[in-house]
């Protein structure tokens, strides 16, 4: 008998340290991490993340039967898998560096402004185009406090991989906006369909 209560209390040990051993779980966060300035990147996220939904949004009405504008339509969609896809590696970055809250994602996405359809092509690249500058803009200030924050790692990290990418993304929805614009002064009636119809072209290669 004295065996048995021997080999529980043993195993009573075991269990109790093993419990407090999973307790303490070990921490990814460095030297240089500052909650407020990665609960700044976790709040960007979401702005990454409606930039898609906004996007997919634009595809859907370029794609109606009553619009039928098959080129922006795709480079509607192109750019929502590519704001997805920024999202998800600033969620990769926030759990590298040891940000572990569960809730990090926005419980709830519409379109900027509520807005499903507009009134036509143009209209359409310019809302991309402040939603663009509105993103660029968030980076940057992100990128202005944490390096104020002597968080250098996500500074260069943003400046490095995700400003470049974004500034080209950018240029890329004004020049389209301004070659419509052009094509339309000298084609009302058909520029749109002409414009689009040279998209489908250029993405097409």
């Not at 048995?4 to 966060?29: D, G, N, R, W």
């Not at 999202?87 to 709830?108: A, E, V």
């Not at 400003?163 to 749109?192: D, F, I």
Request: net charge negative; proline share 2%; with cysteine.
């Amino acid at each position: 008998m004295k065996l048995v209560y021997t080999v529980a209390s043993a195993f009573l040990v075991v269990l109790i340290a093993q419990s407090a051993y999973a307790s303490e779980k070990l921490s990814a966060q460095d030297y240089a991490y500052n909650s407020t300035c990665l609960n700044h990147l976790r709040s960007h996220i979401k702005r990454e993340l409606q930039a898609a939904v906004t996007y997919l949004a634009m595809g859907a009405w370029a794609n109606h039967y009553s619009v039928q504008r098959p080129g922006l339509a795709n480079f509607f969609f192109d750019s929502a898998s590519e704001e997805r896809e920024h999202g998800l590696k600033l969620l990769g970055y926030l759990r590298m560096r040891g940000h572990n809250d569960l809730d990090i994602l926005p419980s709830s996405l519409e379109p900027l402004n509520g807005k499903y359809e507009w009134e036509n092509s143009l209209s359409a690249l310019r809302q991309a185009l402040k939603m663009e500058k509105d993103v660029t803009e968030s980076i940057k200030k992100i990128i202005d406090y944490c390096a104020d924050a002597e968080d250098h790692q996500l500074a260069d990290y943003l400046t490095g991989d995700f400003m470049e990418e974004q500034l080209k993304g950018q240029r890329n929805v004004a020049g389209l906006a301004n070659t419509l614009q052009g094509v339309l002064r000298k084609q009302p009636r058909l520029g749109e369909w002409i414009f689009d119809n040279n998209l489908s072209k250029s993405m097409a290669v």
